[in-house]
């Protein structure tokens, strides 16, 4: 049984381009949360998608956005990026129902030059 | 947003010393607080959830105790390993199930 999977593990961009981040989730989850976890910071929470609808938003500007599809699994899209946005990006899977524990991913880092 | 604190930010003990850390947090709107294991390059562990004041968890040498009321969390380990050198996150979770976290306790054990 896979865990959370994200892709790519390692990116970097220029200023004001696009990205797109990738997650799996762990087999039998259907809720997917994004965090970002920026130097000497703990984790920040972006959004989370269930039904591939956002159902909840953190402080984070419109430039995030994401999506979920019908196998659970979901993106992360960062528009016109700004050098603050280097960072590590976590996934981490749940199920709704029940305590929610929240499954991570060994994360993305992107690096914005 | 939470304001979750975690104390001290980073500690070094000898192999076999016990260790405590602890976890601060905001009382209102608690749902469950969150443990995990961070280590270099893996994906953060989950350790324990618990929900109710006076909750207590053990996992081998680790321990964990939750404090609803006065709005703290601590996390034991007895007889510390190298293997226990690791980023040791808590996260509060609010009824709208999402976390929010500090910013962890750094430990490294010196064999």
């Known amino acids: 049984d896979a865990g959370v999977t994200q892709s790519p593990t390692h990116l970097i961009k220029t200023r004001g381009q696009q990205v797109t981040l990738r997650c799996s989730p762990k087999s039998g989850h259907d809720t997917v949360s994004w965090y970002q976890q920026a130097l000497g910071q703990g984790p920040q929470f972006i959004f989370q998608y269930y039904e591939e609808e956002e159902r909840q938003r953190g402080n984070f500007p419109d430039r995030f956005s994401g999506h979920q599809f019908p196998n659970y699994s979901s993106e992360l899209n960062v528009n016109a990026l700004l050098l603050g946005d280097s960072a590590l990006y976590l996934c981490a899977s749940s199920l709704t129902q029940g305590l929610g524990e929240q499954y991570f991913g060994p994360g993305t880092r992107l690096t914005v030059t | ?111």
């Open chain 2, 1 to 111: 947003i939470l304001n979750v604190e975690q104390s001290p930010q980073s500690l070094h003990v000898q192999e076999g010393d016990s260790t405590n850390f602890t976890c601060s947090f905001p009382s209102s709107n608690f749902y469950a607080l969150h443990w995990y294991r961070w280590e270099t390059a893996k994906s953060p562990e989950a350790l324990f959830v618990m929900t109710l004041n006076g909750d207590e968890k053990k996992k081998g040498r680790i321990s964990a105790t939750l404090n609803t009321k006065e709005g703290y969390s601590y996390l034991y380990i007895k007889g510390s390993q190298p293997e226990d050198s690791a980023t040791y996150l808590c996260a509060v979770q609010t009824g709208a199930n999402n976390l929010f976290f500090g910013t962890g306790t750094r430990l490294t054990v010196i064999p």
